[in-house]
C-alpha cells in the first residue's frame, strides 16, 4: 500500500525555522499533487501547501512568504521549509497525496503526522 512518512517536527522558539520532510514509497510523479495539511487543537485541518508534479505550488495566506514546500522526485519526497514560525502555527502536520486511477475515482492519501510547536 501507499505509505507516507513524515519527520522534522518538534519544538522551536517563535521566529525560529523547521523543516518537515515527507518520504513516500512511491514514486511521486504518480501522485497529481502533494501537499502539506495542518490541525490545530479544536480547529479544522486546513491546507498549508500543495506542489503539483509540474512544479506549480500553492499555498495559504497565512503562510506565504514564510514557507516554502518542495519535492526531490529522484528521492520520492517531498518538503515543507518553515521559517519565521509563530506560536498560530502549533499544529501536527500531515503530508497528503492525491492520485487518480484509470478509472477516475479520485485516490487520497496520508500520513500519520508530525508535531510542530512554536513557543512564544
Known amino acids: 500500500q501507499v505509505q507516507l512518512v513524515e519527520s522534522g517536527g518538534g519544538l522551536v522558539q517563535a521566529g525560529g525555522s523547521l523543516r518537515l520532510s515527507c518520504a513516500v514509497n512511491r514514486n511521486i510523479f504518480n501522485f497529481d499533487t502533494m501537499g502539506w495539511y495542518r490541525q490545530a487543537p479544536g480547529k479544522q485541518r486546513e491546507l498549508v501547501a500543495t506542489?503539483?508534479?509540474?512544479?506549480?505550488?500553492n499555498y495559504a495566506d497565512s503562510v506565504m512568504g514564510r514557507f516554502t514546500i518542495s519535492r526531490d522526485n529522484a528521492k520520492n519526497s517531498v518538503y515543507l521549509q518553515m521559517n519565521s514560525l509563530k506560536p498560530e502555527d502549533t499544529a501536527v502536520y500531515y503530508c497528503?497525496?492525491?492520485?487518480?486511477?484509470?478509472?477516475?475515482?479520485?485516490?487520497?492519501?496520508w500520513g500519520q503526522g508530525t508535531q510542530v510547536t512554536v513557543s512564544s
Open positions: 506542489i503539483r508534479t509540474g512544479g506549480t505550488t
Open positions: 497528503n497525496a492525491v492520485g487518480h486511477g484509470y478509472d477516475d475515482e479520485k485516490e487520497v492519501y
